[in-house]
């Protein structure tokens, strides 16, 4: 099965999962598996949240920011992807001054 995100409707969330401004994302959900490519504009954040049931995989396609994974600090950038495993915390900032673009997929469990 092919996704065109052209053809997905483009969502904006406020404060996602409690986060700051808004996350942009365009979403496909086929009732278990989620798939979504994300932009986060500068200060732009998802809030920090734990996984139960689920894992998650972010995969950076543009810009740089950072993850905050189980307490931790680290730098993402183009190129990165970061895993939280089921059972475990994070979140993605935006603390740069260009957008950041990732690719998210959340698959059942």
Same mark, same amino acid.
Request: charged share 25%; proline share 5%; net charge negative.
């Given at each position: 099965?092919?996704?065109? $995100? !052209?053809?997905?409707?483009?969502?904006?969330?406020?404060? $996602? #999962?409690?986060?700051?401004?808004?996350?942009?994302?365009?979403?496909?959900?086929?009732?278990?598996?989620?798939?979504? /490519?994300?932009?986060?504009?500068? +200060?732009? !954040?998802?809030?920090?949240?734990?996984?139960? +049931?689920?894992?998650?995989?972010?995969?950076?396609?543009? +810009?740089?920011?950072? @993850?905050?994974?189980? +307490?931790? #600090?680290?730098?993402?950038?183009?190129?990165?992807?970061?895993?939280?495993?089921?059972?475990?915390?994070?979140?993605?900032?935006?603390?740069?001054?260009?957008?950041?673009? $990732?690719?998210? @997929?959340?698959? /059942?469990?």
């Amino acid at each position: 099965m092919n996704m065109d $995100f !052209s053809d997905i409707e483009l969502s904006v969330i406020p404060n $996602f #999962k409690g986060g700051e401004k808004e996350l942009r994302a365009k979403m496909f959900f086929d009732g278990t598996n989620r798939i979504m /490519k994300g932009c986060l504009i500068p +200060g732009a !954040s998802i809030g920090m949240h734990t996984h139960e +049931g689920s894992c998650e995989v972010i995969f950076i396609t543009s +810009g740089c920011g950072h @993850v905050i994974f189980d +307490g931790e #600090k680290s730098p993402v950038r183009e190129g990165i992807c970061h895993y939280c495993p089921e059972g475990h915390t994070h979140s993605l900032i935006n603390d740069s001054d260009a957008d950041l673009e $990732f690719l998210a @997929v959340v698959p /059942k469990q």
